[in-house]
């Protein structure tokens, strides 16, 4: 079992701004990272989206199920939570 997710996300304030996004990075227009970079309005965007590893009970609660349900290199979303729109990288699990 999944005890730990290390993730990256783009947090905005629309769906259709992470539809839009997601459309973009699926079609190779542009990379996780860089939109991380350019268009999240998360402080985690300084780090190309990068939330490090967490355990469970550290984030929303949306946002944890989304995370502990995919596995190592999906892209989930757009996964909605109070604080707007995500989409998740997962980046490893342990």
């Known amino acids: 079992m999944v005890s730990q997710v290390h993730a990256a996300h783009i947090l905005v304030k629309t769906e259709q701004e992470a539809k839009q996004i997601l459309d ?31 355990g469970r009970g550290m984030m929303v609660r949306e946002f944890e199920q989304a995370a502990f349900n995919g596995k190592k290199g999906d892209l989930i979303g757009p996964i909605k939570t109070q604080f707007g729109w995500h989409l998740i990288r997962v980046l490893e699990q342990r």
């Open 24 to 54: 973009e990075i699926k079609a190779n227009k542009i990379d996780f990272g860089k939109a991380a970079q350019l268009k999240s309005i998360c402080p985690s965007s300084k780090k190309a989206g990068d939330l490090g590893w967490f």
